[in-house]
């Protein structure tokens, strides 16, 4: 639900010589400016956390900055769906919802599943962790620098996690207006439940809720939290 200025969820993450973006939201757009770093890579991998359609939307703007590029994109499959990563993007793109097809993304485009097991990108290993959804999510850790959890309730697992920066949806400051997703009081039970032997070094706000603003969001976290903001570089050293 894009509001206030936000977009839906697209992550875009360069790590060990490999382009990858995270969800394929309205986000998407604000690959405009980044086209620097586009034009270091010939391929981008892209991974999809589920399928609901703010997750799937940014599809439509990926020609416009990948139609020279190769592109592999990585969606859940069996068991958790009933069909495959390929199936859904075609569908998706295809007519009444498209024109063209999901094979003008980019100039050749591969679908993958992938399931609870996870998968390579080159040297770069991505661990899956089922989510608590109304569609079946999946959290992707990166090594042990990034875990990216959105769409889920929060999970112990996750913040036991041996990664450097989480980026953790956010929906409300109470688990009651949250309903199935995180809150706010219920992410800093864990961090203070598990402060002590935790290696995160910080968490960052996604997948925000645009009924409330940056303000009242401000108010209601404290370091090591930070809201995530459109376009923001984060580095890790």
């Given at each position: 639900m894009p509001a206030h200025g936000r977009q839906t969820n697209a992550l875009l993450i360069e790590y060990k010589e490999r382009l990858i973006i995270v969800d394929a939201g309205t986000g998407i757009s604000n690959l405009l400016g980044f086209e620097v770093i586009l034009d270091r890579y010939k391929h981008?991998?892209?991974?999809?956390?589920?399928?609901?359609?703010?997750?799937l939307v940014g599809l439509f703007y990926l020609p416009k900055f990948l139609s020279e590029k190769s592109v592999t994109i990585w969606g859940p499959g069996a068991p958790?769906?009933?069909?495959?990563?390929?199936?859904v993007i075609k569908k998706h793109l295809e007519q009444p919802y498209g024109t063209t097809g999901y094979e003008t993304?980019?100039?050749?485009?591969e679908c993958k599943d992938y399931n609870e097991t996870g998968f390579d990108i080159g040297e770069i290993h991505v661990a899956i962790q089922p989510q608590k959804h109304t569609l079946p999510s999946f959290g992707l850790t990166f090594d042990d620098q990034?875990?990216?959890?959105?769409?889920?309730?929060?999970d112990d697992k996750t913040f036991k996690k041996n990664v450097r920066l989480l980026l953790h949806e956010c929906w409300a400051k109470d688990d009651e207006s949250?309903?199935?997703h995180a809150s706010m009081d219920s992410i800093l039970?864990?961090?203070?439940?598990?402060?002590?032997?935790?290696?995160?070094?910080?968490?960052?706000?996604?997948?925000?809720?645009?009924?409330?603003?940056?303000?009242?969001?401000?108010?209601?976290?404290?370091?090591?939290i930070f809201i995530t903001q459109e376009k923001q570089l984060i580095e890790l050293k």
């Open positions: 981008v991998d892209l991974i999809l956390t589920h399928y609901h359609l703010d997750h958790a769906y009933d069909t495959t990563c390929e199936k993304i980019a100039k050749s485009v990034l875990h990216i959890a959105t769409d889920t309730c929060v949250a309903q199935e039970e864990l961090m203070k439940r598990h402060q002590k032997t935790s290696n995160i070094e910080a968490v960052g706000l996604i997948h925000l809720n645009p009924r409330y603003s940056d303000t009242e969001y401000a108010s209601w976290i404290k370091s090591p």
